[in-house]
């Protein structure tokens, strides 16, 4: 099952603008991280935010994580045609110790047209 | 630095038959997952390896199953072939002293059972 659901699902805007993703997850975490993922390959990751931390940055990223609602959001300001990818969020859950996999959301696809 | 590879890229198989996906991890990286991804759809998270054990499965039959070398390789095998199998396989590693760091994936491997 998916942990994380993004939305939109899908996003179209013009290079230049900004774009917000949103993610709501379900049970509570020790991470939330986002990763890119261009047409049939392999993700690429681009941030992670620990659950007592509520903004971080990072470039033209900006994520924001608020635990009390169980939700982020990733910004990418003044987007370029080459961010046109799927993004996903992924949750580490929280657990005693050990490796706990990431669980990802079904991602939001965005369109940056030129 | 090499990063995590997989092999073969691309694969066709028939209803019924068995094939092996095989992985490389990141250098330095001693925990491998796997996770099958349909069109469309986020990663879903099959099993991970360390220390030559599966140490977390997810909700996969027993058709699937893995393998790691004392050289931190995986293989991920399945058996009697589903045409819902058809997906985009994909491999990630990170270092299990740091469990909480990012996964590194490979591309991935494209099944398609007909």
């Known amino acids: 099952s998916q942990q994380g659901e993004e939305d939109p699902q899908a996003l179209s805007i013009q290079e230049g603008e900004n774009a917000t993703m949103n993610c709501s997850y379900k049970?509570?975490?020790?991470?939330l991280q986002w990763y890119r993922q261009n047409s049939g390959r392999g993700l690429v990751h681009l941030i992670l935010i620990r659950s007592n931390e509520r903004e971080k940055h990072s470039g033209r990223l900006r994520v924001t994580l608020d635990t009390s609602k169980k939700s982020s959001s990733l910004l990418i300001t003044a987007s370029r045609a080459a961010d046109t990818a799927s993004y996903f969020c992924?949750?580490?859950?929280?657990?005693?110790?050990?490796?706990?996999?990431?669980?990802f959301g079904k991602g939001t696809r965005l369109s940056v047209i030129a | 630095d090499a990063g995590v590879t997989q092999s073969p890229t691309h694969l066709i198989k028939t209803r019924g038959q068995q094939v092996t996906l095989r992985c490389s991890p990141k250098s330095g990286h001693d925990t491998v997952s796997w996770y099958q991804q349909a069109l469309g759809q986020g990663p879903q998270f099959i099993f991970q390896?360390?220390?030559?054990?599966?140490?977390q499965r997810g909700n996969f039959p027993d058709r699937f199953s893995g393998h790691q070398f004392p050289n931190y390789s995986s293989e991920l095998n399945v058996n009697a072939l589903l045409l819902g199998d058809s997906a985009l396989y994909l491999c990630a590693s990170n270092p299990r002293q740091n469990y909480n760091s990012p996964l590194h994936f490979g591309n991935g491997t494209r099944l398609t059972v007909t």
């Open positions: 992924a949750t580490a859950l929280r657990a005693g110790s050990g490796n706990t996999p990431l669980v």
């Open positions: 390896y360390y220390e030559e054990e599966e140490r």
């Open positions: 049970t509570s975490i020790n991470n």
